[in-house]
């Protein structure tokens, strides 16, 4: 028996009681964008799953192939009628038993997805205010480069952002340099350089961040560097934007006294539009 809200109820009434996503954050995720029934950037989702999975020592099953990735998100995203576009999140736990040390390290999953408004990718025009959150800090290791489901200092960053008016909160790590934003990474536009902080400072290895990279790279008179920041160069900068693969990239309009523009944003925007396009039309 198990006391849950006051009332004394079976133990198998709840299947939270032994969820080692529950109990210890013993899980990954991956969370992905769907667009006419097509998964962007599935390759990359993927193998960072894999990647944080061996991480965290989870049992690879031998059928977890790319192929049965996207045939499991894809045929949730169907069923619900969310092929046009939609948001998908696949949270892979190790299976029940044992308390810090696992009984075994075999896995389950939970896929869960919703509608999105929009398709392709768009800047939003509305004004964007963020501050540094110093709290708590990210440490710099390879477990905070991986999508676990411990995301406690994400959630109360954003609880900071809302009592405070802020849109988002800037993330710093045990060093005091800028990490990434709470819902994504951080981009610096510096002259004619744009800057990211390393994935060694303790950011995330985000999708988008390497889709970014990877379109800057291709523009003209463009620096494309990974580097650390510290929160006095943010207000040097020309241009703030953080990136993530739902929203693809979100411009900062203004961190403490200083405003910036959005121009190399917005052409970024376009550069992925015409990259998602090239793959689901």
């Known amino acids: ?9 079976s133990q198998d009434a709840n299947i939270l009681t032994q969820n080692r996503a529950f109990l210890y954050g013993d899980a990954v995720f991956e969370t992905v964008k769907i667009i006419n029934n097509k998964i962007l950037f599935l390759e990359d989702h993927y193998f960072r799953l894999m990647s944080s999975m061996r991480v965290v020592r989870m049992e690879i099953p031998m059928n ?10 894809l045929s949730l995203v169907k069923n619900n009628s969310l092929d046009d576009s939609a948001r998908a999140r696949i949270t892979v736990y190790r299976n029940d038993g044992g308390y810090y040390l696992p009984q075994n390290n075999t896995i389950s ?7 999105l408004e929009t398709t392709l990718y768009s800047i939003d025009q509305k004004e ?6 110093k709290d708590f800090y990210v440490t710099k290791q390879l477990l905070s480069s991986i999508k676990t489901t411990n995301r406690i200092i ?3 960053g954003s609880i900071y952002a809302n009592e405070n008016g802020l849109d988002n909160c800037i993330l710093l790590n045990d060093s005091k340099n800028v990490v990434e934003a709470l819902q994504g990474n951080i981009f610096m536009l510096l002259g004619n350089k744009l800057i990211t902080p390393p994935v060694s400072e303790g950011c995330l290895n985000g999708v988008m961040r390497k889709q970014i990279l990877g379109l800057a790279k291709k523009i003209e008179n463009i620096e494309v560097v990974e580097e650390v920041i510290s929160p006095f160069d943010l207000q040097k900068a020309d241009e703030l934007f953080i ?10 309009t203004r961190y403490r006294k200083k405003e910036f523009v959005t121009k190399f944003a917005t052409k970024l925007v376009e550069k992925l539009n015409e990259a998602a396009v090239s793959v689901v039309y």
């Open 243 to 252: 990136t993530n693969v739902i929203k693809g990239i979100q411009p900062i």
């Open 109 to 115: 999953f939970l896929i869960h997805a919703i509608a």
């Open 1 to 9: 028996m198990i006391n849950f809200n006051g009332t004394i109820v």
């Open 154 to 156: 994400n959630i109360t």
């Open 128 to 133: 964007y205010e963020v501050d540094l959150y």
């Open 64 to 73: 977890f192939t790319m192929e049965y990735f996207e045939e499991q998100i």
